[in-house]
Each structure stands twice: as structure tokens, then as C-alpha cells.
């Protein structure tokens, strides 16, 4: 957008109001802007922290109409919200980063392999189910066990399965339909890791931050490791898949592109998320950009920051729910025992198991310690 | 204070909602907490950024009843509230870092300037000046030239000019006691370089960061320089001083300390702010804690981060308004052309000539190689 001749501060809309548009807000604060947050609900983490707040349904016309006035630009923190109520506001005159074009062939996570495939981007098997009856279509073309995924509104594996046999396969499309009536199947992949790189992108230039090794306990994101301890060679090949995976969706803004590194050395895009990512949240403290700053760059078309890497070694930790109560540490003194310690606590009005509540960041020189250091405070914090 | 069983999540209420207030904030909601913010007039910097403020008279005893009761403990981001109302407030049950006590040996520079004196700590000769008269006994007694200071709510120069004459003496009296009655005297210090350090101190620990030098023009800081170039031997004394000057004051909470480097070497005590400093807005980029994280962190009495610096080298440079206009560059494009520079802006609603708009970091290794970016980055934003 243009800074001349402005009535008002450059107002940054976001669809959402979690941890991901509260840690954006702090950088669009930073860079002097204002944030407007629309959620589903009132007092979400990032309304808290703004005078611009509009809470009730994605479908309410009105509802986003007086949303859309009030900001010169707008973003998104997650890949849920249909592509149509997003062309809707971009009917309505305002940009939309990532455009709802971009996440119409992201959400559908069907559509989402088929747009990547067909540019010739290295992805899992996959396939389209329609039914119980798949079965054996599904075990001949992606192989057995695979996963059967709903194409859209999936997150930190819910809505996925393994399958092993047919009985898993009935009672998961039933299960799943419940919810969600498109299926997609795909192949099993045995990982030797997972990958993760950050790509933000505008009009004018492509930035990548370092490949990392993202850690997963029960499909949730519970450790990176920046940067990954990979050959030059794969962490080049991996840069190239996730540089074009955001070209093929002819994606602006910023992107979280996850790879199966295979035991025999091949790499798979898994999946890729429009929008800041768990697996960037290290960049806070150990980049020179961190991805907020860039998301909030790239969305209004400003020069991107350098995405380098201030220190040697990054860990990150995702602090999760252990039970149900405040949404702060209750040995808030413990938790900032070690004095080279980044907590962040995302201001979740309450905790409860596995939620993810805030992260622990430990950079140095050696990734061991970091790991080390990360994990005591992890398991001390009582989140 | 505890966080066993809480029913809300902790309020910081800060008396003030300028920069040194925002960027408290910023710190604040990374840990997970809310603030509230009182200022005397609406839509201030900080109070934009949450749902808590307050605005109207401090002498207003129903709005700083309704302000303490919304927070769970309080501090502030200037020196300028009469000791008197923190009182008050304390009066009311709420904790204020710095005390009201503190704040009492501080926010009259007299008083400031005795209380260090006899605890040892060198500052420049001082005397109280009563009136038009005392002249000759104030250049007999600190010598001239000499500045003529008002004992409160100076700052960036304002309430101070360096008198060489008689003429110079009666005149400046004329004009500062239009608005402050008491005034004091000070030698007029030849110095080669002006230090500063932020001392970070709770019931627990005292904490403090790098020595770093201060480059003024028209008596506002203009750049900082971190970490200073000096001896490690005069860095020591500085610490020291500084340390020795806020247990002067029984400080608790975060101290910029500002002292003079004199031409023959010695150290003396310039000013205490019993605040986040501007000297220290380096510490966001080029430490492993922010100055307003360790703020925050001592307001609650929690263990305190690490002051040490992440880079080899940092130089801040403060964006004084250029213009008439609006708060935000009208270059932004240009502004952030380097991609190591980091830009913060402050978020008030307009610009003028002279006023602190924001400020540039630049960290790397080498002090000349970052002092000539921040100077290129600074030149070049229209703000």
C-alpha cells in the first residue's frame, strides 16, 4: 500500500484472533500499525490487545462488511475460512494476502496436492475417496496402511487416521463424515524427519528463513530444531520445493511448507500452511526478522527483513496444556528460573490439556544444550 | 506477586502511555499479561494497543481509584507524577515500582543529586538556587559557566540552559519560574564522553547491562553507541556507580543511569530516571532481554532475564520528527530498504518537528559498519 498523504494509521485486518494474529499484532505495533481482529468469539488472545475487534459469524455479510471498512489490508492466521467468504471481501475492495484464489487451491488439501503434482512438486501419493467402498482402490494405489485425511478444516491430526485394514477404513470415513464429508487418501510416508522452511513472498522479492526439524508428538508440532541437521544439498533441494510450492499457488504473504525427508533420502511436501507457522516461531528470537515482522512486511508490500539466523542453534518448545486452569504459568518464578530463557505466554483467558498455550525459545551455540535448556524449563512450566 | 489461583490474568497498570509505555506493553503480552494504561489524554500510543485505559487529570481521585482497580500492581514510564499521588495509590493497596518514596528522591533533581552525594556517589558540584540574587554565590560555588536547572519535570533539555553571565542568570530565572519555582545550580561538566547503564533491580537480584555511550544533540539523545568504547576498567566504575545509585534510592523496578566521562577520566553521576530508558531501546534487538522485558519482569518480581548483548556491537539512532504530518514514514519503502535494519515506530498520531517518533537498530561486529547504516536508514525515513 502507499504511506503518502495517509488520514489514518495503516489499519492491518486479520481473520483470527490466536496465538498467530496476537504474535502478528505485536509486530505490526512495532512497525507502528494498527490491528483489527475478527474471531468467532469475543476476547480471543489478539482482540484483547486491540481497540478494533469484531466477534461473531464468518457469514454474517454486515459483520464483515464493518470489518472490511475498518482496515486498508487484510490477512489471515488460518487456512479455514471458506475462499468464497474471502472473495467476498475482496468484492468489497480490499486486498486480501494471501488472495482467496491462493487459498482456494490450499484448504482443499485434495486440491492442494493436485495444484502441487501437476507443477511437478515432489508430494506423498495421493487420491481422492468417495467412499466406504474405496478400500481396495485406495490400498493398490497409495499402498497400505495409508492416511485418510478430510481435505479440509484438518489441523494437528485431527481429522486424519492411519488405516491399516478395511474395518479402520469403514470406521474412520464414518467417524470423519461426521464432521467433514470429503476424504482424501494418502500414502503412509516412513520419515526419517520432518522438514519446515518459512517462505514470504511479495510482488518483488522471495525470502526463505532456514530449513528446520519439526518434532511431533501425537501429529502436534512439539519441537523445531533450527536449523535442521541436514546436508547443504538437501536443505538446498528442500528451499527449491517450498520456493516453488508457494509460486504454484501463486501465493503472496508469508507460508509454512512441511517435508517428509524419507529414509531413503527423497523429499515429499507434506503440507503447506498460508499464514505464520508453529514451525517459525523460533524467528522471534533467533532471526534477524522474525516471521511476524515478514508476514506484516509482505502484506503490505513493504521491503522483507533479512531472514537469517542470529545465533548458531535454535530450540523451540510448544508449550501444551498439562491441565485445566489459568492461562499463565502458576510457578510463573520457576519457569524464568534460567535467565536466557524466551517464554512466551500467548494469553489464553485458560489452559486445559494439550492446548497449545504459549512456547520456550533457548538459542546458543550448541543445539544439545539448547535442547537441554529448552526442555528442563518445558517441563518445569506448569501451563 | 503470586500466580497461584488466579481469577484473571495479571494487570501491570502504567502511569503514562507514551513510547517507553508501548513498548512496555509489547513486552508485557509476550509474558501473557494484560496493562492498563492512564494518561491524561485519550489515544495515546500505548493506551491504542489494549482495552484497559484511563485518561483525565492525575489529580482526579475517582480515576485513579477506577485505574488502581482495574490493575494488580503499578508502574510508570516518567518522573513527572508528584510522589504525592503514588502515595496515593499505594494508599489504595497497590504496589508501585518505584515506590512513591523512590520516586520522591528522584523526581526533584536537588533532592536527587544530595541523596546521592551522601551516600558517597560523585556527581557534579550542585547547590539550590532561591532566586536572582544568588548569583555570585553559584559561580563562586560550581563554578561557570554553570547550568541552571528546574529541580523537576525537565527533561531533553527543557528546563535547562548553561548561564555565563549575570544577564544569562536573570533571564533564564525569569523564564523557567514562569512555569517551576524551584531551581538548582550545577557545574557545567567538560566531558569526553557521556556513559550511561540500566540497572534492573527486585527484592532478589540486581542486574545490569552493558555501559553504553550516548551521543546528545540539543540535549536530546540522539545515538547510542553499544557497548561503549572504554576501558574495562572505567566500565566497572560506572557499573558501580550506577548499582550504588539506585540502592541510593532503595530502587526497585528498571534505572536509566546517565554519567559524564570527564576529560581527566573521572566518572560522575548526570541523572537517574527510575524508568525504561531511551539509552536502553538497543537492548530490544541486541540483548538477550529486552530493558522492557526485565521492566516488566521486576513490576512483577520475577526472576530477571539476562542483560547480556546477543551481538558484538549496536548502534541506536532516535527518528526525531522531520515534519508536520502523519506518525508514520511517508517512505516507508525507502525506510526499510536494508534488510538488517530494524525500524520501530512508535505510533503516535502525528509528527513535528523534533519529536520522538521511533528509532533504528543495527547490530553486527563492527560499531562503524552499524553506525553507518543506522545513520543512512535514519537520513533517508520521512517521518
Avoid at 495503516?10 to 481482529?37: C, H, K, N, T
Avoid at 486491540?50 to 464468518?58: E, L, M, Q
Avoid at 475498518?70 to 475482496?90: G, K, M, P, Q, S
Avoid at 528446520?212 to 508440532?221: A, F, G, K, L, Y
Wanted: aromatic share 8%; charged share 20%.
Amino acid at each position: 500500500m502507499k504511506f503518502k498523504n495517509l488520514s489514518h494509521t495503516p489499519r492491518i485486518g486479520i481473520l483470527g484472533g490466536g496465538q498467530l494474529a496476537r504474535m502478528s499484532a505485536y509486530a505490526a505495533y512495532q512497525l507502528g500499525f494498527e490491528v483489527v481482529i475478527w474471531e468467532t468469539t469475543p476476547a480471543s488472545p489478539a482482540a484483547n490487545i486491540t481497540k478494533h475487534d469484531f466477534a461473531g459469524s464468518i457469514l454474517d455479510d454486515t459483520l464483515l462488511r464493518r470489518f472490511a471498512d475498518a482496515c486498508d489490508v487484510i490477512t489471515l492466521e488460518n487456512e479455514f475460512i471458506d475462499a468464497e467468504r474471502l472473495h467476498f471481501l475482496e468484492s468489497l475492495g480490499k486486498k486480501v494476502f494471501p488472495s482467496s484464489k491462493t487459498i482456494g487451491l490450499i484448504q482443499d488439501k485434495f486440491v492442494q496436492k493436485r495444484t502441487l503434482a501437476r507443477k511437478g512438486i515432489p508430494v506423498p501419493k495421493f487420491m481422492e475417496i468417495k467412499g466406504a467402498g474405496d478400500y481396495l482402490r485406495a490400498a493398490k494405489q497409495v499402498g497400505l496402511p495409508f492416511l485418510l485425511k478430510s481435505r479440509k478444516m484438518g489441523y494437528d491430526g485431527y481429522g486424519n487416521a492411519t488405516v491399516f485394514t478395511q474395518k479402520d477404513f469403514s470406521d474412520t470415513i464414518a467417524r470423519l463424515q461426521e464432521r467433514h464429508s470429503a476424504l482424501m487418501g494418502e500414502s503412509f510416508v516412513n520419515f526419517k524427519k520432518e522438514l519446515a522452511i518459512m517462505v514470504v513472498r511479495t510482488k518483488k522479492e522471495t525470502c526463505v528463513y532456514p530449513v528446520v526439524e519439526s518434532i511431533q508428538e501425537n501429529h502436534i508440532c512439539k519441537k523445531v530444531i533450527a536449523p535442521a541437521a541436514i546436508t547443504p544439498a538437501i536443505a538446498a533441494s528442500a528451499t527449491d520445493i517450498a520456493v516453488a510450492a508457494v509460486e504454484a499457488v501463486n501465493g503472496y504473504g508469508i507460508f509454512g511448507i512441511e517435508l517428509f525427508l524419507t529414509q531413503n533420502g527423497e523429499l515429499l511436501l507434506n503440507e503447506m500452511a498460508p499464514r505464520p507457522h508453529n514451525t517459525g516461531h523460533y524467528t522471534i528470537d533467533a532471526c534477524v526478522t522474525s516471521q511476524f515482522e515478514n508476514h506484516i512486511r509482505s502484506v503490505l508490500d513493504l521491503p522483507l527483513g533479512s531472514c537469517g539466523m542470529t545465533h548458531k542453534s535454535a530450540v523451540m518448545i510448544n508449550l501444551l496444556g498439562k491441565r485445566n486452569g489459568a492461562g499463565i504459568p502458576t510457578n510463573y518464578h520457576e519457569a524464568l528460573a534460567d535467565p536466557g530463557t524466551h517464554l512466551h505466554v500467548y494469553g489464553k483467558s485458560s489452559s486445559r490439556p494439550g492446548r497449545k498455550m504459549g512456547h520456550i525459545t533457548v538459542t546458543g551455540k550448541s543445539r544439545d544444550n539448547c535442547m537441554m535448556k529448552a526442555e528442563n524449563a518445558a517441563a518445569i512450566t506448569d501451563l
